[in-house]
C-alpha cells in the first residue's frame, strides 16, 4: 500500500513540473523583440496661461535585444523611433500642429523576471535602466535637433506561445528633460517631464 502510494504521488509530480521543466529548459538566454505600441510624450516647454510646446501623441515601433545574466536577470537594450506631429496646445483649444518632428529612442536596462507558480506560461517583470532621446524638429524650412538624457522604468509580461516564441507586453516610462538651448540656442528653463509607451512585440529566442 505504502508503494503504490508513493509510486503515485512520484508520477503526480512528474506531471506537474513537467510544464514548468519544459518552459525552463525552452527559455533562450538571448532573445529579439521587435514591436509596435503608441507613445504619449510630455510637455516640451511650458508657456504662460497654460500653454505648452508638446510632440502629438503617436505610433512608435522599435526592437529590443535581451541577453540572460542570471535566472530571472537579463540585460536589455533598446531601439524605438516615432513621427509624431509638434503641437502648441492651450487651455479651451487643444493642440494645434505646428510643425513635424521625429523622435529615436535609445537605451539599456536591467530586467528583473518573476516567473509564476505552476504551469501557467506567464511571466512578468519589471526593470528600469538609462539612455537618451533625440528629437528632430521641421517648422516650415527651419530645422533643429536636441538630444537629452532619459531614465526609464518598465513593467509588463512575457507570454510564452512555443518553445522559442512569446509574447511581450509592456508599458514604459522615458523621463527626461528637453535641452532646449540644443535646440534654440536659449537658455529656456524645461521641466522633468514624462514620456509613456504602451507596447506589444514577439519575441524570437535562440
Known amino acids: 500500500m505504502l508503494r503504490q502510494t508513493l509510486l503515485a504521488g512520484a508520477i503526480a509530480g512528474l506531471t506537474l513540473t513537467a510544464p514548468l521543466a519544459a518552459q525552463r529548459a525552452s527559455s533562450s538566454s538571448f532573445g529579439i523583440?521587435?514591436?509596435?505600441?503608441?507613445?504619449?510624450?510630455?510637455?516640451?516647454?511650458?508657456?504662460?496661461?497654460?500653454?505648452h510646446l508638446a510632440n502629438a501623441g503617436s505610433v512608435v515601433y522599435g526592437a529590443e535585444a535581451s541577453l540572460g545574466l542570471t535566472r530571472g536577470l537579463a540585460l536589455v537594450g533598446n531601439v524605438a523611433y516615432s513621427q509624431p506631429g509638434l503641437e502648441v496646445s492651450a487651455p479651451l483649444i487643444g493642440g494645434v500642429s505646428v510643425g513635424q518632428s521625429s523622435v529615436l529612442l535609445y537605451d539599456a536596462a536591467l530586467r528583473l523576471r518573476m516567473p509564476l507558480a505552476g504551469a501557467l506560461p506567464i511571466s512578468p517583470f519589471v526593470q528600469a535602466g538609462a539612455g537618451a532621446i533625440r528629437q528632430s524638429f521641421g517648422i516650415g524650412p527651419v530645422g533643429t535637433h536636441a538630444t537629452n538624457v532619459a531614465y526609464n522604468v518598465g513593467a509588463g509580461a512575457d507570454v510564452a506561445i512555443g518553445p522559442r516564441l512569446g509574447l511581450q507586453l509592456m508599458a514604459k516610462d522615458y523621463i527626461g528633460k528637453f535641452d532646449a538651448r540644443e535646440a534654440t540656442a536659449i537658455n529656456v528653463d524645461t521641466r522633468t517631464t514624462h514620456n509613456w509607451a504602451l507596447s506589444a512585440g514577439l519575441r524570437l529566442g535562440f
Open 33 to 51: 523583440t521587435p514591436y509596435a505600441g503608441y507613445m504619449k510624450f510630455g510637455n516640451l516647454v511650458a508657456g504662460p496661461l497654460g500653454t
